[in-house]
């Protein structure tokens, strides 16, 4: 079986309406937003900075994916994941950027790892030209699809565990 590698970086692009791309592939809050032809027309970054990777993360990790595993009724399942969880591999850092939504007025709303790995716990709002707008601390809100320039859908789950899909109307505050 192959080992599991926790907390790496992953690839975020999103299409913005003029062609451009919101680009993030690092391990520390950063950005690109490139032209139509790969051409880098501004790069971002803000704070937090990436975090070392400490012993309660990583057994948080393994704390989780031992709940998936008592969870199941399956000794095969069971044995599977304990397996993985004796493979797992951590990252040296823990990627601040766990997301990136273009919105259908242009904005690029960055999801934001702060305390825990993989986790959003805050949505930066920024302009196509880099100008941040506003922070938002309600992590349920960092949308899945955008329609149009006032609607947003989430995939969440209901307390039965079913997935479901939440529609929102998206409404800016004036003043703030």
Avoid: C
């Avoid at 992590?139 to 609607?151: A, D, I, L, M, N």
């Amino acid at each position: 079986m192959l080992s599991q590698r926790m907390f790496s970086p992953g690839f975020h692009w999103e299409r913005f309406s003029d062609g451009s791309f919101a680009v993030a592939q690092e391990t520390e809050y950063a950005f690109s937003i490139l032209n139509g032809d790969g051409s880098e027309r501004l790069h971002v970054r803000r704070g937090p900075p990436a975090r070392v990777t400490t012993e309660d993360d990583r057994q948080r990790a393994r704390d989780e994916a031992r709940a998936d595993a008592d969870e199941s009724t399956s000794p095969f399942v069971r044995n599977s994941i304990d397996e993985r969880i004796e493979k797992m591999t951590f990252a040296e850092s823990i990627p601040r950027i766990t997301g990136l939504a273009v919105d259908g007025s242009d904005r690029l709303w960055v999801g934001v790892s702060e305390q825990f790995p993989g986790e959003t716990e805050r949505i930066d709002v920024y302009q196509l030209d880099g100008t941040l707008l506003g922070e938002i601390r309600d992590p349920s809100v960092f949308p899945t699809k955008f329609y149009g320039t006032g609607r947003a859908a989430l995939l969440d789950r209901d307390e039965l565990d079913v997935q479901r899909v939440v529609v929102l109307q998206l409404r800016e505050r004036s003043g703030t």
